[in-house]
């Protein structure tokens, strides 16, 4: 029986399948490529900005030149220090900051700095993060005061900004201390995923969720009380990934739909301004100058950039209010064109399956919950914020991943990416072998 | 100016779709193969389940990584684990039985009725998680399974290795009933062996039989052992004897006699048996005019 079994093994290793094959075609790209492919497209996208109005702005080609030596820096320190060879989700948060980037500071010269600092962060964020998550002991240990401190922080930025701030753009959901702003309900996602994915033995010795269901809910409630709709939307679907996640059951799952439904069409009822924020949903054309003004000028310019864009800085949308958070997409579509933009929408599918990919043979199932539930937080709010400024859904102000202005949100996605590439083997060349 | 634009028109999708397309295309192929980090082998049917994922449940449940369909095992009764530093199980009931225990105010008797929350590597109790190794035999509610690694699960390295190599290991490894290393070559039959090759101190605490007339030992494996005149594990020669005349079988408190000849019958300690009487060290099975001693404690 020995014997067999080691003829067995020595068959299959000696034995070199199409799958052998095309896994080692790509089991890594090549790092220096893309990099050059990188900065030739950011230094390409980024001519019309440094030269524009006439003028040649220096800073602007300092702090280019800063960010692309930037990535090639933590490509090589990565690569040299930590044994990583896979970066392949970094280029494309790379890619995706570097357009979001070159727009915001095509529209405003001077926010581009506050844009770049705040990359940086993410990536130091995403990099604690994913130092944090290789060990499953302290991430396990972590949860419950994370919870804790998430839901008060959350409670109480509320009752700050209720007091001290009041509403930004019709919600409580900007904490300001001296020309500093963040959006805390940002940071609770990062908790959100954390406290819902846990590993098998804690998910079967408990087998209930009731934890879980009570920070979701009192996150969820946090943030209508905030008027964040957009975001409360959010953290519903994803409570509603986790939650089949952890049960696999989906009776439960659409018992929680029903009553969420159920609980929409109530406050719809009695709770008539709430439904009137999204009066102008499906009739934007009929308000054109007033309520659909942000989505009939998306939708008339987006298209009219045609396939390849107007190029950078010839476009209208850039005109009109928020065009850099919520309507960046339209800017996209407008000035680079709507093939970059279909681009851009696949490959936020593309990570969404990729999550689902190496969520089959993540060390844990704390990282395939926490990489499913984080890949379909971000899925969703791109699908929000895009199906909202086109009119497929009620606008709600949600940002872009990684492409709109703004630096809570940007932190955010880094860290969402942090748990998904944490569910891949191959995020830890040091620990796994992954050959 | 218009020049660059116009041209950049063009070569920034160009450019977007080989980042993408080469990025997303490494992210979902160049994933590692799935490998089978271990196996679990019921020693009942001599099943092999493998391990090929990081966490997999076992249970009686249709919702376990691996199905055991035995009356004594709960429906999710244990998790294995695959960590960077080796191999664990998780009791899953252990909590629950716990509370229920300390509810209920007799713990030790919760402790004998209730098999859901018995887990035992080597005969030792597990609580609420233990390191596993390769060749444990694991016992779930009085389901006996062997726990093999297939390979070196995590490469070590840097002060990992280091803690490693200096932590003393919790799993011990004097396996108090069974010969562990018989077990690798003869799964569930016995072995016989003549009282001169005893000699170690670690094989004369397993229990045995000692045919107290040929002086002959034999040492109990597995979890049945048949004694008679005919094919049987134990074999005796007295013609006043059955061809499957006794039968011992392994329960979870320790070996047990039961006689199958009927009219002839078992004598333990002088007493007809009607029903199986489990053993203990110095027992003597009568069985036609052969006396059996049987030595090993109870369990």
Partial sequence: ?435 | MQFITAVSRFILPVITLIILIKCILSLWLGHPKEKTYGYIIDMINGERYALNMWETSIGRGSSCDITLSYDNVARTHAVFTRRIDGWYIHNINYVKWKKLAELEGRLSRSNRKNTSSIIKINGTRVEDKATVSDGDIITLGNVRLRFEVADDPVQKVGKKKKKSASAPSPVKHDYPQYDIDRHYEEVGSYTVETPGKQSTKKKSSQPRIINKDTGEAFILCGNEVTIGKGRCDIKLSSRHAAKKHALLILYEDGWAVSDCSGKKGTYLNGKLITSPQLLFSGDVIAIGDERLFYEGGRR
Avoid at chain 1, 50 to 57: A, N, P, R, T, W
Avoid at chain 1, 76 to 98: D, P, W, Y
Avoid at chain 1, 212 to 235: P, R
Avoid at chain 1, 327 to 356: D, K, Q, R, T
């Fill in chain 1, 1 to 435: 029986m020995t014997r067999k079994k080691k003829n067995g093994n020595g068959l299959a290793a000696s034995t070199v399948t199409g799958g052998d094959k095309i896994r080692r075609k790509f089991k890594y790209v090549d790092r220096t490529f893309i990099l050059t492919m990188l900065t030739v497209f950011q230094l390409v996208s980024f001519i019309p900005v440094v030269f524009s109005d006439g003028k040649v702005y220096f800073k602007i080609i300092l702090q280019l030149l800063f960010y692309i030596s930037f990535e090639w820096f933590y490509v090589g320190i990565m690569r040299i220090f930590i044994k990583k060879v896979n970066f392949e989700l970094e280029f494309i948060a790379f890619f995706l900051s570097g357009i979001g980037m070159c727009l915001t500071a095509s529209v405003n010269k001077d926010s581009m700095l506050k844009q770049l600092i705040t990359v940086l962060a993410g990536i130091i964020v995403y990099d604690i993060l994913l130092w944090y998550l290789q060990d499953i002991k302290r991430v396990m240990f972590i949860r419950t005061p994370l919870a804790v401190f998430a839901l008060l922080f959350l409670a109480a930025s509320f009752l700050y900004i209720r007091m001290f701030v009041g509403q930004i753009n019709g919600a409580y959901n900007w904490l300001s201390f001296s020309g500093f702003s963040l959006q805390p309900s940002e940071f609770v996602k990062i908790a959100f995923v954390f406290v819902g994915a846990a590993s098998l033995d804690k998910l079967l010795s408990s087998k209930n969720i009731y934890m879980f269901i009570i920070f979701a809910m009192g996150c969820i409630g946090v943030l209508f009380l905030m008027k964040d709709f957009g975001t409360a939307l959010i953290f519903f679907f994803t409570f509603i990934v986790i939650s089949f996640m952890r049960s696999g059951d989906l009776r439960t799952i659409v018992f929680i739909c029903a009553i969420a439904l159920l609980g929409a069409l109530l406050i719809i009822y009695f709770r008539p301004h709430v439904a009137a924020r999204f009066a102008a949903y499906r009739h934007v054309w009929e308000d054109i100058y007033g309520r659909g003004y942000q989505q009939t000028r998306v939708l008339i310019y987006s298209v009219s950039g045609g396939l390849f864009g107007v190029g950078v800085g010839n476009g209208c949308l850039r005109n009109v209010y928020a065009s850099t958070t919520d309507l960046v997409f339209g800017l996209i579509c407008e000035e680079m064109g709507i093939l970059i933009g279909v681009i851009i929408v696949l490959a936020f599918a593309s990570i969404a399956i990729y999550a689902m990919i190496s969520s089959r043979s993540a060390p844990s199932t704390f990282y395939s919950i926490s990489a499913c539930s984080a890949a379909a937080m971000i899925l969703f709010q791109t699908c929000l914020n895009i199906f909202g400024i086109t009119d497929l859904l009620p606008l709600t102000g949600v940002t872009l991943p990684f492409i709109s202005q703004g630096g809570s949100s940007m932190i955010c996605t880094w860290a969402l990416f942090a748990f998904i590439k944490a569910a891949d083997v191959r995020a830890y060349p040091k620990i796994y072998k992954t050959n």
